[in-house]
């Protein structure tokens, strides 16, 4: 079958023509549909899919009654403590509320997403098997990659270390981290403690790093460090790294190059009220720069919705991005960037790779990201899995 009268991101008008569940030819668009198989697109936007690369999706209450923050201060630490009291008193599995979370992602278009799954001495593994059902139950239809996290801590928390050992053995795919100096008070027990699983295991890391000023980059500086000596480039990035907008700009070039030489990429989902990085200085400084979700509708955040283009207008927003070259630096890291970060094979709008894509009534990336349409189409495989914003199964 055929996609008629596409509109590629680089502009071009297609046909796309799908077999075998991948796209077998991109030709100059013929004007009509030639079967009652093919689709005639009208001139819309296709993008290959969006990639959520921080989200969390055991942590969503999405689906239940709405809860209340009750956090009683506004540290990383204080909200640690109040999701607590949350998780205990929730009526409804991880596995059903992240499948809720799972649907509402894939109808606006995401097909690939990395979740960051909490890992602590309260909780033993059970976020991660139920998360783990999620992922079988989407299998067919969205690739999930899974971080082991230390919500707590690792050192604080006893017999952390053990359980995101164990997390890995039963199907996690990352290592990750929390602070090491703000949460565990102890960089190199926290880093030793991770990188020496990930590297008896032979994953990659993924470190929720929210210290701020000179002591985060002297984190940093650590994760880069410790991720050459352990050969590890390509597979270890850094959620949030405030710290780097926060200190002076020859320091965080000088960061900027360390990161880039190690190869450690950059997770920003645009955050609110803390200082964001400077994209286009990392990326100037050849950082992978990718995006993700982090918190929707949970213990940490009321807002959110799963929707990567309404995420990429975020953090456009909160990098004062304005020129359409700026913008595509938004749409890069929920796309391209994103999936290069997450090591995703076979990624893109190209003869021979999957037929998945998103169909959005926009003119340009640009347009696409200032208006967020409603997805027309998500296809996936070469099939019609959402219209019009809705799952399709
Ligand atoms: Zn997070």
Avoid: C
């Avoid at 690369?53 to 956090?71: F, S």
């Avoid at 690792?154 to 952390?160: D, E, F, K």
């Avoid at 164990?166 to 880093?191: N, T, Y």
């Amino acid at each position: 079958m055929r996609y008629v009268n596409a509109t590629l991101p680089d502009g071009s008008r297609r046909d796309i023509s799908v077999e075998g569940g991948r796209i077998a030819a991109l030709l100059p668009s013929s004007g009509n549909a030639a079967s009652a198989e093919d689709l005639d697109l009208d001139g819309a936007l296709v993008l290959p899919p969006l990639v959520d690369g921080h989200i969390h999706l055991d942590k969503t209450l999405l689906g239940l009654p709405w809860v209340p923050n009750r956090a009683t201060g506004n540290q990383v630490a204080d909200r640690i403590e109040a999701e607590r009291k949350v998780r205990a008193a929730r009526s409804l599995p991880e596995s059903e509320t992240g499948t809720n979370l799972v649907r509402q992602v894939l109808a606006s278009g995401t097909l690939h997403m990395r979740s960051h799954v909490d890992i602590d001495n309260q909780l033993g593994l059970r976020n991660l098997h139920e998360i783990l059902k999620v992922r079988e139950r989407f299998r067919d239809l969205v690739t999930i990659e899974i971080v082991a996290f230390p919500q707590s801590g690792v050192l604080r928390s006893p017999g952390a270390a053990d359980l995101l050992d164990a997390a890995i053995a039963d199907g996690a795919d990352l290592l990750g981290g929390l602070d090491p100096v703000g949460i565990d008070g102890d960089l190199d027990g926290h880093l030793d403690a991770i990188f020496g699983i990930a590297e008896r295991r032979g994953v990659g890391i993924d470190i929720h790093l929210h210290d701020g000023g000179e002591g985060g980059i002297v984190e940093l500086l650590a994760i880069a460090a410790r991720t050459k000596a352990a050969g590890l480039s390509g597979k270890v990035a850094v959620s949030h790294a405030f710290a780097l907008g926060s200190v002076p700009t020859a320091r965080a070039a000088e960061t900027a190059d360390a990161l880039a030489d190690a190869g450690v990429a950059i997770m920003s989902h645009g955050p609110g009220a803390a200082t964001i990085p400077p994209l286009l200085l990392l990326r100037q400084h050849g950082v992978e720069v990718f995006g993700g979700s982090d918190n929707i509708r949970d213990a940490w955040s009321p807002f959110g919705n799963g929707d990567m283009l309404d995420r990429a207008m975020m953090i456009g927003y909160r990098a004062n991005f304005r020129h359409d070259h700026e913008l595509s630096v938004a749409y890069e890291m929920v796309t391209s960037a994103a999936a290069r970060a997450l090591g995703l094979a076979d990624y893109g709008l190209h003869v021979g790779s999957r037929a998945d894509f998103v169909v959005v009534a926009a003119g340009s990336i640009a347009e696409a990201i200032a208006s967020r349409p409603r997805r027309k189409l998500v296809v996936k495989a070469g099939r019609v899995v959402a219209r019009d914003g809705m799952l399709e199964t």
